[in-house]
């Protein structure tokens, strides 16, 4: 994906399609703070200075079962590095206008690597999760999409290994709607934490998790958009 600036303000944003069948573009969410309510103001001070962000929905589960894996199994930095270095080593990379890139090993090549490369790539420990989700993967193939995602979370969070946690992040991955994550997600917590220490958020799930229901309430997936992306944001200038 590459976001040019406008003249007129905001971005242009333009994706290139390097796997996968026609007609199964990612979409596009561009989440505004200037719609939230003003219901924190602290937070939404620090959202509103920030600005809009431009979010691509993954349009693979594949790719959105690995992401929630890792996300909720291992430290931010940590499961961008694994990814990083799991892609460039067994994945398929592709030449982009901003360069080589490279996606995650396919279900078919994670089910056919030993235990000893799991360890050495730092995936030992969720060895068992990243089977099962391969499995999973192969099992549902497109027929996933036809499914609504709260039933869709409720379908995968039955799966052994995975459970509702990893389930519900690889669903606001895939619709967009992130109020599929637990409202005491570790990520949130920790993101809204740090942008407004004022507040006094305690970091205990359950606790946290019933104030930002009821601080954001229908806007809760607005709101953990801009809150994670405030973590998140990549930049490439092209020369």
Known sequence: MTATPSRGGGHQIDLELVDGPPDTDPR????DPAILADSGPG?????????????????????????????????????RAVYRDTAAGFGTSYATPLGRASLFPSPQVILELSAEVFEVSGLGHVRDRLRTAAWVARELEFRWRTVPCDTFATILGHVPRLGS??????????????????????????????????????????????????MTGVERSAWTVLVLAADARQIVQVP
């Open 28 to 31: 596009v969410d561009v989440v």
């Open 43 to 79: 937070l939404r001070e620090v959202l509103l200075e920030a600005g809009p962000v431009a979010r691509v929905r993954s349009g693979d589960l594949w790719d959105a079962l690995v992401g929630a894996i890792l996300r909720c199994t291992m430290p931010a930095e940590r499961a």
């Open 165 to 214: 946690v990893i389930a519900g992040a690889a669903v606001a991955d895939l619709s967009g709607d992130f109020r599929c994550l637990e409202p005491g997600d570790i990520l949130v917590r920790r993101r809204v934490r740090a942008l407004d220490p004022a507040a006094s958020w305690r970091d205990d799930p359950r606790a946290f998790g019933t104030r930002w229901q009821e």
